[in-house]
């Protein structure tokens, strides 16, 4: 089943010392979703990159040349807001599950069913949808605050200098139609300016 998203800029970091595994993990991901598709061969390599830039989805195949995994899993957890998949050993599947499950980190089991892996980063990939829309959300939330506080404050100036509450609503936003700004925009200009607007 191909991997369908809306978006098409994610990015991928596969850390892996086995060729074979990246590139059979490559052939599961259609054109087009990521922008950006990275491998590196061990956690430190890894770990370098990630201090560089952000990847929304990380797939790990432990054990790793200089550690197991599980440890960089879980610090990667707690530093990035990464989508993370693991490939551990079969005999290690229910005691890396246990200890990863809570921290949200899908893992599977070695011999990998690339089914499973799809799957997997195409989960991933809503996730990191719904963590961009909240995003978006709360930076908004953010905005209207900050403009509701600048609005306030500038309103309070106004009725400083003699205007009444209604009279100063009005004039802020009479000052950002004609403007052609948002309120906050005004409403800096005001208190900048110590009352009226320039």
Do not use: W
């Amino acid at each position: 089943m191909a991997l369908n998203s809306k978006r098409k800029d994610y990015s991928l970091l596969i850390i892996s010392s086995s060729e074979q595994f990246n590139i059979a993990i490559k052939k599961i991901l259609p054109g087009g979703t990521f922008s950006a598709i990275e491998t590196r061969k061990s956690a430190s390599a890894a770990k370098r990159e990630l201090l560089e830039r952000h990847y929304d989805v990380i797939i790990i195949n432990a054990p790793l040349p200089d550690e197991f995994g599980v440890d960089f899993v879980m610090d990667i957890q707690d530093r990035h807001n990464s989508g993370i998949l693991v490939a551990v050993p079969g005999e290690v599947f229910d005691t890396v599950t246990d200890r990863t499950i809570d921290y949200g980190v899908i893992v599977v089991p070695k011999p990998v069913k690339l089914a499973m892996v799809e799957r997997g980063v195409r989960l991933l990939i809503a996730v990191q949808n719904r963590l961009r829309s909240n995003e978006k959300k709360i930076k908004s939330l953010e905005d209207k605050i900050t403009e509701i506080r600048f609005v306030a404050r500038a309103k309070l100036m106004l009725i400083q200098n003699g205007m009444d509450e209604e009279e100063a609503e009005r004039y802020i936003i009479k000052q950002a139609m004609d403007g052609g700004v948002r309120k906050s925009v005004v409403a800096e200009e005001i208190i900048e300016n110590g009352g009226i607007k320039s």
